[in-house]
């Protein structure tokens, strides 16, 4: 009966690598995520008995959107533990808008003070790309909590030409560089905004394609500096629509 253990060995051994795939099946992933701030500031200082008063004004809205450049093979394993280093991103950033500093219109300190205006020159839409070191995808761990996760902090893509008061000098430990991140920093303030989504792992196990995506839109707004009466108008706010789209689309496998 040597010939019937040998053919139960064959079947096993064909079987074990199916339900290995079965219970570890492999994606191809892709990833398109947009981020949009819209920066509103009107800030006006109690004038002065000749009539002058500082204001800031501001009105600068940022979008940019980033994407994988092609299908990235990850395994329901890692996607379970979270994948940390996901891949790098393409990122296309648009930026328009205006921003000025300064005394107000007909205050004669303009003459020898004159109000500062952000060089708009170079706005429109500039190319970089987000390293994949800073880019996380998967399950956080332990939970149905399925997220996507990215930050880019670097030169300035439209190298100063292009409102750089607004979206430039964000972070304290590199004040010349340019702060992107998905979600962003607000949603990780206490009390935590939600910023993932909830999956089933079950789902991936289907063996069809699995689309998973995240949309959320806030407002966020700075209180004054001091004593709310130094001021005769005071609005400092900064909205933001995010959302992001994963496709895992299952690796076929051949049989042999």
Same mark, same amino acid.
């Given at each position: ?16 690598p ?23 500031v ?6 002065? +008995?000749?009539?002058c ?8 809205t940022?979008k ?21 280093r ?5 990122a296309?950033e ?16 303009l ?10 020159s ?6 970089s790309?987000?390293?994949?070191e800073?880019v996380?995808?998967g399950?956080?761990r332990g939970t149905?909590?399925?997220r996507?996760a990215?930050?880019?902090t670097g ?10 008061e607004?979206f ?6 590199? +004040?010349?560089a ?8 607000? %949603?990780?303030?206490?009390?935590q905004?939600?910023w %993932? ?11 069809k394609?699995?689309?998973v995506? %995240?949309k959320?839109s806030?407002?966020f707004s ?5 004593d ?8 400092d ?15 076929t496998?051949?049989?042999?």
């Amino acid at each position: 009966m040597r010939w019937v253990w040998l053919a139960t060995t064959v079947v096993a051994a064909c079987l074990a690598p199916q339900a290995q795939a079965a219970s570890n099946p492999s994606f191809k992933v892709t990833v398109t995520s947009t981020f949009v701030r819209h920066h509103v500031v009107h800030v006006a200082r109690t004038p002065l +008995p000749n009539g002058c008063s500082l204001r800031t004004d501001s009105d600068a809205t940022q979008k940019v959107v980033a994407k994988t450049a092609q299908p990235v093979v990850v395994t329901l394993r890692e996607l379970q533990h979270g994948v940390d280093r996901f891949a790098g991103l393409g990122a296309r950033e648009t930026r328009r808008g205006s921003y000025r500093y300064g005394y107000n219109d007909g205050c004669p300190y303009l003459q020898t003070n004159p109000a500062e205006i952000s060089d708009t020159s170079g706005c429109g839409t500039r190319s970089s790309y987000i390293l994949s070191e800073k880019v996380k995808l998967g399950f956080l761990r332990g939970t149905n909590h399925f997220r996507f996760a990215y930050e880019r902090t670097g030169p300035d893509a439209f190298v100063g030409k292009c409102l750089v008061e607004v979206f430039v000098g964000e972070n304290e430990y590199r +004040p010349g560089a340019e702060s992107v991140s998905m979600p962003p920093q607000q %949603w990780l303030k206490k009390p935590q905004r939600r910023w %993932w989504t909830t999956l089933a792992a079950a789902k991936l196990r289907s063996g069809k394609r699995v689309v998973v995506r %995240w949309k959320d839109s806030a407002t966020f707004s700075t209180p004054p500096f001091g004593d709310p009466a130094g001021y005769t108008e005071f609005v400092d706010n900064d909205t933001y629509t995010v959302s992001w789209t994963v496709t895992l689309t299952p690796v076929t496998r051949t049989s042999r």
